[in-house]
C-alpha cells in the first residue's frame, strides 16, 4: 500500500491554516488507485446499502470505490471468513474496491459505548461480547481488509475529562499491543494496513497527547483516524481541535474521519487536510425520501438554482416527469422520472430507496470529484466560499 | 338437496355466440410457432413494444416494479413481458397520471413488453366486500368507503390508459374450488362482459385484449366458454380460474382440455402459475405464457430457487457454504457471491432480497430458455425426464404429473 500526496496547497494566515490536497492511495494495482479527498460508502453486513455489484458497478463515478466495513458487522461472521481464508473482498465481491475496518458506525453512534483497560463490548447480534487486542489481531488477519483501523471506542464530545483521559490512554495501550503482536505473529505477507486513532474528545491536551503517543509508531502505520468526531461539537468546536491535531501529524499520512458528512462539514474538513469521510449522509437522505440536488459545479453556481434536495414524498412530484436532477449520469436521472420514484415510495416498494441511493451516492461522488478538480487548478478557496454562499442562499430562499 | 346439486337454471341473457367479434383480424401480435413436440411449442411472439419467445414466464411487477430490481435488470436478466396489476396501479398512481406520464411504459421505463390484468381478481381476493352483479365488481373504496363499482367499460379504460402490448378481459371470477350453478352464471357472465370489453376498447391498433376461458372444473362449461371466446377471434386467450387450491388432478385435466381446443395459431396464457413443475408439465400440454409472483416473493423470505427444487438461505446449513447458490446458473449473482454470504443477508437486509429475487427471476427464465431450446431440437421428453429426476431424485414425482405426461407420451 501507498499514499502520495500529489497537490498540496498550504497556506497559513493570522485566522486560519489551510493545509488541503489531493493524494492517490495505491493498494495493490497501480492502476486502480483511489483518488482522494474522497468518502467511504456506508455499508451494512458488508454490502453497501441498496447497490447489488452491477449497480456499483455500475455508478458513473470513478471505478474504485471505498467502503467502511463496521467490525461489529463482521465480527458476526469472523467464524465463516476464517473458514474461507480468501479473505473479505472476495467473500463480499468487492475485489476491485477499497475496504476499510472501522469500529465507528457512522450512522448509529451510540454515545455510551463501554470499555476495559484490557477490552471493548461489541454489541452483535447474539448480544454482547467482549474483544481484546490479541482477539482483535486474529479477526484482522482474517478478514484482511485494506486498511483496519487500530482498536478504540468513540466518545461524545463532552464527555468527562477521567473517562477521555481513559480512552486515549487506552487507544494507546491497544496500539501498542496491536502493532507488537502484528509484528510478532504475523508474516510480512499477512501483515495488516493498520490506521492509528486520535482520540481525546473536546480536551485539546488530550487530543495533543493521543497524536504524539500515536505518532511514536509513524512509521509502522498507513494512516490516521480521527476519532470522536460528529458526536456533538460545533463547526467551530471542530476545527479548532482538527487545526491542533492535523499540525502534529505527519503531512504524507492518510487522514480519515468518521460521522462527519454533510457538504459544509465536507468542505470545511477538506480545507483542513481530511482525505477520507466515513459518512452515511447520502443513505440517511435515501432513508428520509430526498434526492441530493445541491450545485456543486463551480461553472454552474452563477447560472443553476437547484434546490439543495428535494423530498420525493412530496405530491407535487406525482406527474413530474423530469429526472431528480438534470445532466446527471446516473443510471437513475438518465433513466427514470421524479414521478416515478415518488410513486415507488408511496406504495412503499423498495426500489425507491435502490434508485435514490444510485443517485445520491453518485451526487456525493461527483461532489468530491468537483472538490479535487478545485484542488487541482487552484481554485478550491474560490470553491468553498461560493459552495457555502449558495447553499445558504438556497436554504434561506427555502425557508 | 344442497345448493350445490341445484341445476343452473339458464337465462334469456346467456348466450354464447352473440354475434360480436373482436374488432381487427390482424391485431399488432404474431405468434408464429417455429417447433413443436407433440402439443408443446416452441414460438416467437411479437408484441408492440418487444418480440418474445415462448413458451415464457412473466414476472410479476405489481405495482409498475418487480421487487426491488430495476427495469435495467430485468432487461440484463432477459424478461420479456413484465406485468402490471390494474387494480394496484389504478389505485395508485391512478389513470390520470399514466395518461399524463404516457403509460406504464414510460412510467417505469421498461423498454419490453407488458400485460395487465383486469384488476377483477385481485379486487375480489383482496376485498372482502367485492360482489359481483350484471354490471361489474362492486366494491368498497379503500380510500373513502364509497361504493364503485368496476365495470369491464372501466377496466378497459384504465388499461387503455396504462398502455400494456396485451389486456386482460374483465372476467366474472369464481374460485375454484367453487361448484354448483354459480360456476355455470359465472361462465355465461364472463361471455357477456367480453362483449362489453371488446366495445370499450379504445386501441386495439396498439394494444391487445386476451379473453379468459372460465367455466370451472367442469369440463362441459369450460367447452362452451371456449366456443363462446373462439367465434369472437381474440388476439390470445387466457386459462383462468385455476390454482386456486383446486386438486393437481383436476388442475391438469382442464389446461389439457382447453389446450386442446385453443386455435393452435394463437398464444396461449396459464394465469397465476409459476411452480417449477408447472411450467413443465403445462408447457408440455402446449401452455405458451406464465406468470406468477412466487419467485420474487419467496425470494424476500430467503429462498433460492434451483434444479433440484428450493434451498432456504436462512438456515444454518448454508453458513458455511462456499458455493454459489446454483453452479450451473450464470447469473450476475451466482458469479459474485457464495451461500454463506447470501445466508447473512438472507429474509434481513434489503440486498438479501434484491440478490436472491435476481437470481430467482434468472432462474426461471432459464428453465422456460431450456424447456423452449429442448422442443426446438427434438429433445423436449428428454429434457423434462431430466428435470424431474432432478428434482424428484427418489422417484417421488407426484402422480399428477407422470398421468399429465403420460397423456402427452411423454413416460416418466
Ligand atoms: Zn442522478
Ligand atoms: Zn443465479
Redesign the interface.
Known sequence: MSFQVTKAVDNKNTTTTTNYRCGRLNIGDEKKPLITPTFMLYT????P???????LNGLPNEKVHSLQLLFSDLY??KD?LE??QKGVHE???LNEHILFLLFRDSANFSADQEFKDDSINVTARKGKTKVDVQEYNKIINVIRPDLASSLSVDLDWNTGKKKAIKQVQCTLSWLNKLIELQETTTTTTTKQNLLGVIQGCKYSDLRIKSVEETIKHDSKLSGYVLGSFGTGESNQERAEILEKVLEKLPKEKLKIISGVGSPEEILCCVEQGIDVFSTNYPNLMTEWGNALTFTFKLDQFKSVNNSNKINLWDTKY??D?TPLVKDCPC?TCT???K??IH??L??H???A???LTIHNVSHYLGFFEEIRKTIESNQFEQYKQQFLAKRLLINNKEK | MTSNEIPYIKKDIDVVISGVKYPLDNPPLQFEILGKWGKARAAKLTLPHHCCNTPMFMPVGTQGTVKGLTSQQLVDLNCGVVLGNTYHLGHRPGPEVMDAVGGLHQFMNYPRAMLTDSGGFQMVSLLQLAEITEEGVQFQSPHDGSTMVLTPELSMQIQNSIGADIMMALDDVVSSTTVGPRVEEAMYRTLRWIDRCISAHKKPETQNIFCIVQGGLEPTLRDICMDGLIARNFPGYAIGGLSGGESKDKFWRVVHQCTSKLPENKPRYLMGVGYALDLVVCSALGVDMFDCVFPSRTARFGSALVPSGSLNLKSSEYAFDFTPIDPECTCMVCKNYTKAYLHIVAGKEAIGGQLITYHNISYQMSLMNQIRESILNNSFPDYVKSFIQKQYPNKDCPQWAIDALKEVNIII
Open positions: 451494512k453486513e458488508g454490502s446499502i441498496n447497490l447489488t455489484k452491477d449497480l458476526q461472521f465463516v473458514k474461507y467473500f463480499l465481491s406525482v406527474i416527469t443510471f433513466q427514470h422520472t414521478a416515478y410513486h415507488l408511496n406504495t416498494e423498495m426500489l430507496q435502490v434508485l
